[in-house]
């Protein structure tokens, strides 16, 4: 399969979310992805948010429209910058659709749309773990790769 036979759409709050959410919780995930339970009203309250992006990756073969991969990144400003950066939240391929470009593809789609809203850079961290998303990442020609230590809170 080539990157050329896949969409990637960029989701409004104005989409039928109703279908989006069917075929994202009807998906092929597996631990591999972060993916919780999706509803109508968490998506539409994101996507409500003007800096939010949310992308969906397709197939189209006769007339069926398969999803490969969902992306959420989020435009965010420092205190101390005149410019945006994008700040890459999720990347998740259908564990069926795996080393086909498909995030590769949702990858693309954010450094153009990046470029479009003028941001200075896109960011992105992934666990030590998961080397498969470590080998694309590398692979798009970062110009550092960081290694550091994340830490989580409980609320």
């Known amino acids: 399969m080539l990157l050329n036979d896949m969409e990637v759409k960029e ?15 009807s998906a ?3 631990e591999g992805n972060d993916i ?10 994101y996507l409500e948010r003007q800096d939010s992006l949310f992308l969906a990756c397709y197939l189209d073969r ?3 429209n398969t999803l490969m991969g969902i992306a959420s990144a989020r435009i965010e400003w ?18 069926d659709h795996r080393r086909r470009g498909v995030a590769t593809k949702l990858m693309s789609t954010f450094f153009n749309l990046a470029k479009d809203k003028d941001c200075e850079e896109v960011w992105l961290g992934t666990e030590s773990t998961n ?6 990442y590398q692979s798009l020609s970062p110009q550092h790769a960081d290694l550091f230590i994340g830490y989580t809170f409980n609320i």
Do not use: F, H
Request: aromatic share 10%.
């Open 28 to 30: 092929s995930w597996d």
């Open 62 to 64: 006769d007339g069926q």
């Open 11 to 25: 989701i409004k709050v104005s989409d039928d979310l109703e279908k989006l959410i069917l075929d994202i919780n």
């Open 78 to 95: 420092k205190p101390y910058a005149d410019r945006p950066w994008l700040y890459v939240d999720e990347i998740d391929t259908c564990c």
């Open 36 to 45: 919780q339970r999706y509803s109508v009203s968490c998506l539409s309250a």
């Open 131 to 136: 080397l498969a998303a470590q080998k694309l």
